[in-house]
């Protein structure tokens, strides 16, 4: 399989429209480089069904696939009417209380006891996927007493959502945890943890993870936006779910947002995916509109290491056509000559690490020569994501000895990566760096390239290595 001709990464979910081999083999050559599972929707037994299949796929196009699991998290609903529904108009009074009783159009049960201590006169109730407005009169424990600012029709178990207080919830439900440990013992490569509100959230979702995959925060709640640079620091890679987030925060503000939590990403070096939205009108139609492909576009400009499709892969009636529409938009993107100063713009200062410097300087040492193909040895995948911090013109290969490192890196930005067994020497690093530029189509006889390791060879976190080669004919 030949290598991607573009450096940001396309995530695409799996769903009832894309479940068979032949829909995901085709969804991978169409330019899908992740592939996520939604634990929200389907069973144990159709996500394992799907891993084998993506696994199957893998083995056939000789590249690493990542897989991502996306758990659902808490979701807070009302209970049930007495009619199945009521209409609430902008004026009424209205009550959320912990009476299981069916409801009418002056209350409804709230089952969400914890909920009643933290919410206090002033603060908004946001019903169903924000449909309906509520603003919050008084609270006694009991019941919270509103009144309706935007109304509506409103069913039953729909979801609410409280936007301006942190909820004492945690992140992972019993169900979360079911998913969570099904999902690891099948291999995944990333775990997404949705509902992140402050770090501590990710801190119980790692320390069942033990390493086994990569930890993805999704931020959907603007309490995250309140501790933003801990959550991005104890993440492994960022979501902006914008679904939840659009929300819970008006929509005017949700650009700027967006903006924020990349630039925090882009200082610490971590992978930021922008989610939700994307390509909607492909779920129905074969084309997007030019607001969407102006959507993705914008998030490529701005650095982002991957944009993903929900639906649009998952239900749509186009799934095939959406990665493809997905991935000439991010192609055409890079190929703008203002693309690399827009990219140079976004870039921080490098940490104070041996890291950083080595990669850093591997960016400029790449410029300054010429290099065709920047090359990386890694066993976790650090100095290939550090390498792909400093966003190099040149591409990134990265040569590891473990698949689910090479796994791994198929999320971030500008990263290409192969498996291959350890080396023991310098001479034996460049050589097999050279061969496999040569194999992997970045480099031609007499180019040069610029190679970053770290040593003792085969130990994580010791980049501190910075080697320029000449690739010869005799290294095929």
């Not at 085709?26 to 891993?51: I, K, M, P, Q, W």
């Not at 992972?172 to 959230?201: C, N, Y």
């Not at 300054?368 to 040149?394: D, F, K, M, N, W």
Request: proline residues 6%; glycine residues 6%; aromatic residues 4%.
């Amino acid at each position: 399989m030949t290598r991607r001709q573009r450096k940001a990464k396309i995530l695409a979910t799996l769903g009832p429209a894309s479940s068979g081999k032949e829909a995901i083999q085709a969804l991978f050559e169409a330019g899908a480089d992740v592939f996520r599972f939604n634990f929200s929707h389907g069973t144990h037994e159709d996500h394992r069904a799907r891993y084998d299949i993506v696994r199957e796929v893998e083995r056939s196009v000789g590249r690493p696939i990542a897989i991502l699991a996306d758990l659902q998290g808490p979701k807070l609903r009302i209970g049930q009417f007495a009619e199945g529904r009521v209409t609430l108009a902008a004026g009424d009074e209205f009550r959320l209380d912990r009476n299981p009783a069916p409801g009418s159009r002056q209350r409804v049960c709230l089952p969400h006891p914890e909920l009643f201590e933290v919410i206090s006169a002033g603060q908004s109730l946001l019903l169903d996927d924000g449909k309906l407005k509520l603003q919050v009169l008084d609270s006694d424990g009991d019941a919270i007493f509103t009144k309706v600012v935007t109304g509506g029709v409103l069913s039953d178990r729909k979801g609410v959502n409280v936007p301006d207080v942190v909820l004492p919830i945690p992140a992972l439900t019993e169900k979360d945890r079911r998913d969570l440990e099904f999902a690891l013992a099948l291999g995944v490569d990333w775990i997404a943890l949705s509902f992140v509100q402050r770090p501590e959230d990710l801190l119980q979702a790692r320390e069942l993870i033990q390493g086994r995959a990569g930890l993805l925060a999704k931020l959907e709640k603007p309490a995250a936006l309140d501790r933003l640079e801990d959550i991005v620091q104890a993440a492994d890679a960022v979501m902006v779910a914008r679904g939840d987030l659009g929300v819970e925060l008006p929509p005017e503000r949700v650009p700027g947002v967006q903006k924020r939590i990349l630039r925090s990403c882009s200082r610490q070096g971590k992978p930021v995916v922008i989610a939700t939205q994307m390509l909607e009108s492909m779920i129905s139609a074969p084309v997007p509109t030019r607001a969407e492909a102006s959507d993705v576009a914008t998030a490529i400009y701005d650095g982002a290491d991957a944009v993903m499709l929900s639906a649009e892969s998952a239900s749509g009636a186009y799934p095939v056509q959406a990665v493809a529409m997905m991935d000439r938009i991010i192609t055409e993107v890079e190929r703008d000559p203002q693309y690399r100063s827009v990219i140079d713009a976004h870039r921080g200062e490098p940490l104070p690490t041996r890291g950083d410097a080595i990669c850093s300087a591997l960016r400029s040492v790449t410029q300054i020569i010429g290099a065709q193909v920047t090359i990386t040895y890694t066993t976790s995948g650090h100095t290939s994501l550090r390498a792909a911090r400093e966003r190099p013109a040149a591409p990134i290969l990265s040569i590891t000895p473990h698949l689910s490192t090479a796994r791994k890196l198929a999320l971030a930005w500008g990263v290409h990566t192969t498996v291959s067994p350890d080396v023991r020497s310098v001479d034996e690093m460049v050589a097999a760096a050279c061969k496999t530029a040569l194999r992997e189509q970045f480099a031609r006889p007499g180019d040069l390239v610029a190679i970053a390791a770290g040593m003792p060879f085969a130990e994580s976190g010791t980049t501190n290595l910075l080697r320029i080669a000449e690739v010869w004919e005799q290294t095929v």
